[in-house]
């Protein structure tokens, strides 16, 4: 599994948040209509009713003047209910009514008032409430003011907007969890895919996506995956068993092709350039050899017969192999140093981790001009795991090209003057891999050009 | 000396049996597993060089049953599967040594010579060239009574060599029986370690004991 932090960068997540800003949106538009539908229409409501009664009490006013309307107020001030009346003198002065105060004064003849008023309930505690209505002065100068207490609409109010604000986040903060759990969810069968691609590409060809068997389109991939997988194993099969077959049958002709050109190497009557020339074509064949030698040895690794695996003391054959080196290394001008921690023990068929570390030696020892320097260092890793680093100062390889020279039968421009089939690399890749390791090439030493030489760590999980 | 040689391949076999004959042995030829078994098992055979694939019976069979009949006439195996597991598998047989294919016809000579030669050689405990000594037991070397300071690895590589005298050793030989390594190195690496045990053993002595043999390898001789 990769870090969580990587899932909010899935797919599945940017998804989950789109959802979540449609969910958002969807809220706040809800709440802007059930606003204008509850509220809004409360207001309205209150409105007209105001307005009803102020009119009344104009027509009041205008039939019986200011005796008629006087009693008509204080009438009403006395009923019950949210209506609230006030009669004032042209000056502001209160005659009746349900204020002492005129809450608002008028500037035209009618308007709209809203305000805010001290009351006090059923137990006298007192309270701020709000109205809403009509003042205006009427004929002759004296104001009057009808407004709706709209006290309950606005407990009202504040509870439909809590509700619908608890709802919008709510609905926020379930659609990224959701989100969040289906992209994790996602991401599992995804990453299942991927390690799956990922094994295949570090050489296990019998690796298979797992099917959950829900038919769902993961299980769709993961088949499609498969059947890649079981074709292109087969190809691979065909071709290697091919390439292998022929070479297993060249060897004998070129075999009997060898013998041939040594005994008649042998044979007295030859003249100095006869000799000549079949001394080169003997070594010819014997190049060819090796190098079917070499990929039928590749190809053993590579389809993972049931090698003999022993414990094996790797220190031990690490130092055997520096002094095994070691002279014909001071004998070209180069000096060869080991540095090999105590106790290192690797699970492994003992032939092959001996050839793949003699060749990475050797590797080292063709590439390094003379003067050069090679180290061979041994240790165990924080991880457990045994590294075997093979450095030299020699002109190194570039790290676009290093992917590519583990492949067979790839030499590097550079390297097209010495001798050899571009194998030596590929087999020691091919053992790493038989023993559950890997081979890294990465920068050795400081070389007098500069730059790096090559290093090249055979990385093997250390025995128990 | 007396070689069978158990080689399918008639090809192969004319070619190996002229090379032998000409190294001066008398070459009796088998084709297959089953006569190749009869003929070694009636005995009279210095050495017996066998193919690995035979028909009717694999050349690990026959080796495993002649040692089971209670023939000891040293085995030299010949494949074209040259890898740790059939080399082990081959030796755990019963053969002696065990020679991947292609192999140069000298190689094969030497090897063929060092097994008559070596047949009862583990029961030793001095060797003698010259006047070169070996105290197997004590671990010492000396030459004309003057002792040698010798590494570990150059102490084995002159006991093989001793153990050898007079026959011609191949480098491959050395890499598999010095150093138990089976693979081809492919630089000079055994040719500086002789060069440095010969600039132990006769750069002092008037006499060279370590002699190289063109194309093939070593021989030690007095």
């Keep these: ?464 | 000396m007396r070689v069978l040689l158990v080689e399918d391949d008639a090809d192969m076999a004319k070619n190996l049996r002229a090379s032998l004959a000409a190294d001066e042995h008398d070459v009796e030829v088998a084709s297959d597993g089953e006569q190749g078994q009869a003929m070694a098992a009636n005995g009279g055979y210095d050495v017996i060089v066998l193919d690995r694939m035979l028909p009717k019976k694999l050349g690990v069979s026959v080796v495993k049953e002649l040692r089971e009949q209670g023939v000891s006439t040293p085995v030299l195996i010949l494949s074209a599967l040259h890898d740790e597991d059939h080399r082990v598998e081959g030796l755990n047989a019963g053969a002696n040594d065990y020679l991947g294919k292609p192999f140069s016809t000298r190689e094969l000579l030497a090897r063929v010579r060092a097994l008559w030669h070596g047949r009862d050689r583990d029961v030793q405990t001095r060797l003698q060239v010259g006047d070169l000594e070996m105290d197997l037991l004590a671990r010492t070397v000396k030459r004309g009574g003057k002792k040698l300071d010798l590494q570990p690895r150059e102490f084995r590589l002159l006991e093989y060599l001793m153990r050898n005298a007079g026959q011609t050793v191949t480098r491959k030989m050395l890499l598999e029986n010095v150093w138990d390594y089976h693979f081809d190195p492919q630089t000079n690496v055994i040719d500086v370690h002789i060069s440095r045990l010969r600039s132990k053993i006769d750069r002092d002595f008037a006499q060279s004991l370590l002699h190289t043999v063109r194309g093939s390898g070593y021989r030690l001789e007095a």
């Design chain 1, 1 to 464: 599994m990769r870090p969580s932090l990587a899932l909010l960068r899935t797919t599945t997540f940017r998804l989950a948040l789109a959802q979540a800003g449609v969910v958002l949106v969807f809220v706040v538009a809800l709440l802007v209509y059930v606003y204008f539908a509850t509220i809004g229409q409360l207001v309205a409501d209150s409105d007209i009713l105001a307005d009803q009664e102020y009119a009344a009490l104009e027509r009041a006013y205008a039939e019986g003047g200011i005796r008629r309307l006087n009693q008509e107020v204080v009438e009403r001030a006395a009923r019950q209910g949210p209506l609230l009346y006030v009669l004032a003198e042209s000056n502001g002065a209160v005659i009746t009514g349900d204020f002492q105060q005129l809450p608002a004064m008028p500037r035209d003849s009618v308007q709209r008032v809203d305000f805010s008023f001290e009351t006090t309930d059923s137990e006298g505690v007192a309270q701020r409430s709000r109205a809403r209505g009509q003042v205006g002065r009427l004929l002759n100068g004296p104001i009057l003011l009808v407004a709706r207490d709209l006290g309950d609409s606005a407990v009202i109010t504040g509870r439909i907007t809590r509700v619908l604000w608890t709802v919008a986040i709510l609905g926020v903060i379930l659609s990224v969890a959701s989100g969040l759990i289906a992209s994790w969810l996602a991401s599992r069968r995804v990453e299942a895919l991927a390690s799956t691609a990922r094994d295949v590409m570090a050489g296990d060809l019998k690796r298979r996506a797992p099917v959950r068997g829900e038919g769902d389109e993961f299980d769709e991939l993961a088949e499609a995956m498969n059947a890649m997988l079981d074709r292109l194993e087969r190809l691979m099969q065909v071709s290697r068993t091919a390439g292998d077959a022929i070479a297993h049958d060249l060897r004998s002709p070129l075999t009997r092709f060898r013998q041939k050109l040594e005994s008649a190497l042998e044979a007295p009557e030859h003249s100095g350039n006869d000799r000549e020339a079949l001394r080169k074509a003997l070594e010819e064949a014997d190049n060819l050899l090796d190098m079917f030698a070499a990929v039928l040895k590749l190809a053993r690794v590579e389809s993972n017969p049931n090698w003999r695996f022993e414990r094996i003391d790797a220190s031990d054959v690490l130092r055997e192999l520096v002094e095994f080196y070691e002279p014909a290394a001071e004998e070209q001008g180069r000096t060869l140093r080991g540095e090999i921690a105590e106790g290192l023990k690797v699970n492994g068929e003992p032939g092959l981790f001996t050839q793949a570390v003699s060749n990475l030696v050797e590797n080292a020892l063709k590439y390094t001009p003379e003067g050069g320097r090679i180290e061979l260092t041994a240790v165990r890793r924080p991880d457990g795991r045994i590294e075997i680093a093979v450095m030299d100062d020699g002109p190194g390889i570039p790290p676009a090209d290093r992917d590519r020279v583990l492949e067979r039968f790839v030499r590097l421009e550079s390297a097209r003057s010495s001798p050899g089939a571009g194998l030596g690399l590929s087999l020691v890749a091919a053992v790493a891999r038989l023993h559950k390791g890997g081979l890294h090439l990465r920068d050795g030493l400081s070389n007098a050009q500069g730059g790096r030489g090559l290093g090249a760590a055979l990385v093997l999980p250390a025995a128990a």
